[in-house]
C-alpha cells in the first residue's frame, strides 16, 4: 500500500471545477461506496466570501449540541490534511490512506484513480471518512461554484447555505453577478429542509436565488430575518433572535465582517431544529478560531494575515482594519494570483498602505511575480520572498503601525507556516 506521502504526491492537480460532467462522474463513484453522503446529515455551503467563517462558526454551533461534526473545507492553511476535520481533528495519515485505498478499490469499471483530480479525491476521501467515522453532522464547504463542483455529487443536503456573492473566478463562472449567483444556486436541491441566504447581498443575485428555491421546492430563509448581531465593543457581540433573549458574548472571530458570517450560521442553526443554551452558545463562539481570517501572529508590530483574495474580500478587510486599529497606519505585504482581479484590489490598498512590500506567491502556474505588480504599484518595494517582505516590515514599522499580509491564501499559507514553525 502507498503511503501518504507517496499517494499526496501522484494526486493530478488538474483544475477541472467548471467541466460539466465532473459531478456526474463523481455521483457514479459515490453509488460504487453505496453512497456515504447519506450516513449524515449535510449543511451544504456555496459563496464567494464567508465560507470558511460561516462554515467554522456551524460546525462549532452544532458540536456544542453534543454532535460528532465533520468539517471539509479548503484550501489548507498548514497542512493540506486541516481540509477534513472530525470534531476539531484533522484527519491522520493513516485514516487517509486506508480510506484513499477503500475507496480505490471500488472504483467503478472505466474509472482510475488518476482520472480523478486533487480536489476530488479530497472531496471523496472526506465524505467516506466520515461516514466510516461515524459523523452524525458535515459542514461541507464548496471548493469553487456549486453546481458544478465536486461536492455537488452529494445528494439533497439537510440544508443548503449560500454566504456573500461577488465577482470571482469569472472565467469559470461568468462575468455578471447573476451567473455568478446561478452558479452558486446549482447546491439548492429538492428535498433539502431549506437554502439559508447570508445578509448583505447585491439585489441582482436575490432574484436568482428564488427562482433556483422556487425551482426545488425549497424554502428561501433571508437571515437576517433570523437573527441580528450587532458589536458590543471589546471582542463581544449581542445576538437577538426571535423567541430568544438577548444575549451578549464573546466572539473569538476577529474583524467586522464576522457578523454577517455569524448571522448566516445561526440562522442556519435556527432551520437545522438544533436547540442550545445560552451557556452552550457562547461557550462555542467565545473560543470558536479560524486559521488565515484576520488572524494576529503578532503583537510588536501587530501582524495581521487574511485570505482576501478578491475586491469584496479586500473592502470588507479594508473595513475591519479601521475599526480595529482606528488610529493606526498599516504596512501590506501584497502577492496575487495572476487570474485575479489584482487591478481593482491594488486600487483599494493604495490609499490605505503607509508603504507595500510585493511578493511573488508559491504557486507554480498562477502566480503574479512581484515585478509585474510594481506595474499596477509602482511605490511598493518588491521583495526577494514572502518572508523578506514581512522582515522587512517589520524592521521598519513604529509602535503606531499594523503590518497585514494579503492578497492570496498562497502568500498568508507561507507566513503561517513560517510562523508554526518559528
Known sequence: MASYAEIIAGLSPAMKAGQADRVALLKRVLAALNHPDLAYRIVHLAGTNGKGSTGQLLTQLLRASGARVGHFASPALVDDREQIQLDDRPISKAAFVATYDYIRRRL??????ADLTVFEWWTLVALQYFATAGAQWVVLEVGLGGEKDATNAIAAP??????????DHCKILGN?????????????????????????????VLPVLKAAANRAGVPLVM??????????????VTITRPGHRPLTTALGLKGSYQLANLTTALAALDQLKVALADSQLAGA????????????????PPVIIDGAHNPDGARHLLAALKAAYPQAK???VLGFLADKNVA????????????????????????????????LLPEGEVAPSVAAGLKAARAAADPQTVVVVTGSFYVIREVAKKWSNS
Do not use: C, N
Open 108 to 113: 467503478p469499471a472505466g474509472i482510475a484513480p
Open 158 to 167: 439537510t440544508l443548503a447555505v449560500i454566504t456573500h456573492l461577488a465577482l
Open 176 to 204: 455578471r453577478l447573476e451567473e455568478i449567483a446561478a452558479a452558486k444556486a446549482g447546491i439548492i436541491k429538492p428535498g433539502s429542509r431549506a437554502v439559508v441566504v447570508a445578509p448583505e447581498q447585491d439585489p441582482r
Open 223 to 236: 437571515a437576517a430575518e433570523r437573527a441580528t448581531v450587532a458589536a458590543a465593543g471589546e471582542g463581544q
Open 285 to 300: 463562539l467565545a473560543t470558536v478560531r479560524l486559521p488565515g481570517r484576520f488572524q494576529l501572529l503578532g503583537e510588536q
Open 330 to 332: 498599516f504596512f501590506f
Open 344 to 375: 481593482a484590489m491594488v486600487d483599494l490598498y493604495r490609499p490605505v498602505a503607509s508603504r507595500s512590500w510585493l511578493v511573488t506567491p508559491d504557486h507554480p502556474t498562477r502566480r503574479l511575480p512581484a515585478q509585474k505588480l510594481r506595474d
